[in-house]
């Protein structure tokens, strides 16, 4: 009884987040985007791109990730794992398309694209990969709902498809997911010391990785706890081993880039930017890999949700770092993402947050078994509250 | 799950995090060693000459000028001026405060009479020598704008030494900005 009702709330409040967000976005396309928003020609890239962009697509990994681990590695333990992720996939990259569109403000002209060439942009790569590869969710997910719904046609021409559109997702994730860090490469005085590096495209490219498996892990946990399935601790424990190694490669890219770039000065100045630099360093990735590297935790849930939750963080905080916090521009510009900003933001998010639990009622994404006995009632952590 | 495994756990971590904290910490500093020592023996065996720092406070006066009063003639306007005295030359420069719009405060005719009068200076040598002159010690200031001032075609009168020398006072009491 208690739980249903935490649930009910939980549900409100993203109703009315989510309705915030649509009344911003009716402004911005009434009034334009001067209305809303705090962006300027010195910061054109805001909180919209670092986060709406950034993250959504880093965590919107976990679709590939997964792919890459099960159908191409064949590690196909983790099968239980790809149709969560896949969905969650598909509905960041959703809401990302959403607020790329609130933030361009043409939509109707989105098409142009696919017409005007400029090969040599970066930009104009992570566009097309990002459109043929919400194209390529779109199948992997279809195929779930009408083997579901028992659209027989569809079902096999999809089945078909399936594997070649799943190498096609995962060549074309590596090809956007790393032009996001060349995106950010090519302004070398716009971003600070302590994260402009030639390796960027590598940095975001594994951060992406370990997004996709957080947020996983956090799914999977919340998941299992309100449909009240038995969760599977021994993939995410198996999980947690490959973070190990992912984070190792990441902190190894980065701690060596700062010291190749000569940035370890900078980093220990005593300032505001200094701050983030070791908060997101030590909170958002050391920690995470002390925590992943202890048996113990790796064999219990809540363990694994929180190490996952920080190391999430970090990689939320890494990015914001690199492409709000960090990017100076000229001295006497200034930037604070509005209210509008992070309105229209965090109400696609609500959405997709809401979409989600819809969809995970209605289609068979979990089949783990149910559990057997009734938990004690009431005992859902407020530690949920942190999860996407 | 039993107590004693969750202090473990926590002890675990907490010593991890202090000794991969500690790890990154030393990296740092090494690489501060490192480029430290790399820098010390970059340096060169000879300090800076004389040039070099006066290269360091250029004094400005095009910049005094240019902001002022090229904005509606060239500085070939300023040949005018070649042979006149402090007062002629505020006088100019009160009248071009009488032009509409030239928007020149009097909080800088001083120092915009200072300029125009050691402008004739680096037409021929460059703005670096103003801060050279500067650096020099008073006597041989005075000696050396004695024998600038005395050359054919210096565009000074003789008895201008003593406005010159006031004229790099003022450049030089310049509050940055």
Known sequence: MEARRSIFRWKSTLVAIAIIGGTFTLARFAFGIGAIANVN????????????????????????????????FGQH???????????????????YVVILMIELGRPWMGW??????????????VAWCATLYTTVLIIEFGSVAANHYRWRRSARILGMVYLPAVVVGVSLSHLHQSSLGTLLTIVPLKVDSRWWSEVLPATFLTSSYM??????????????HYLRLKPRVDLLGGLARFQIGLIVIFLTLRIGSLV?????????????????????????????????????????????????????????????????FGMRVKHWESYQ?????????????????????????????????????????????????AAV | MAKSSNARMGTFAVFGVAVLVNLVLSIFLLDQVRRTRQE?????????????????????????????????????????????????????????????????????V???????????????????????????????????????????????????????????ETLVDRPKN
Request: charged fraction near 20%.
């Open chain 2, 40 to 108: 010390v023996s970059d340096l060169s065996r000879e300090l800076a000459s004389k040039q070099d720092v006066a290269m360091l406070r250029p004094l400005r006066v095009n910049e005094i000028l240019e902001r002022r009063c090229t904005r509606c003639h060239t500085d070939q306007r300023f040949a005018k001026l070649t042979g006149m005295g402090r007062p002629e030359i505020l006088e100019t420069i009160q009248r071009m405060r009488e032009h509409p719009g030239s928007n020149i405060p009097s909080s800088e």
């Open chain 1, 112 to 125: 142009i694209i696919f017409f005007s060439w400029q090969p040599t942009s970066a930009l104009f790569e």
């Open chain 1, 41 to 72: 020609n010195a910061y054109p890239w805001g909180w919209w791109v670092g986060f709406g962009v950034l993250s959504f697509i880093a965590f919107g990994g976990c679709g590939f990730t997964l792919a890459l681990l099960v159908e191409i």
């Open chain 1, 260 to 324: 190749y770039e000569g940035a370890t000065d900078a980093a220990l100045r005593f300032d505001w930017l200094s701050f983030l630099l070791w908060t997101e360093i030590i909170v958002g990735f050391l920690v995470p890999l002390a925590l992943f590297s202890i048996p113990d935790v790796r064999q219990n849930k809540w363990a694994l949700f929180a190490s996952s939750c920080l190391l999430a963080g970090g990689i939320l905080l890494t990015r914001l770092n690199t492409a709000v």
């Open chain 1, 77 to 95: 333990r983790y099968a239980p794992m790809v149709r969560p992720a896949i969905t969650m996939g598909l509905l960041l990259y959703l809401g």
């Open chain 1, 337 to 385: 993402p509005a209210i509008g900003e992070y309105a229209t933001t965090f109400g696609v998010l609500a959405t997709l947050v809401l979409i989600y639990g819809f969809a995970v009622r209605r289609l068979p994404i979990h089949r783990e078994e149910p559990l057997d006995e009734d938990p004690a009632p009431g005992i859902a952590p407020h530690a949920a509250k």
């Open chain 2, 110 to 168: 001083r120092e915009i009479q200072a300029a125009l009068l050691v402008f004739r200076c680096i037409a021929c040598h460059g703005e670096g020598v103003l801060s050279q002159i500067v650096l020099m010690p008073p006597e041989d200031r005075v000696r050396f704008l004695r024998d600038k001032v005395r050359m054919p075609d210096s565009g000074f009168r003789t008895d201008q030494v003593g406005e010159l020398l006031r004229a790099f």
């Open chain 1, 211 to 224: 997004a996709g498996l957080s947020l996983v892990t956090i799914e999977h946990v919340l998941a299992t």
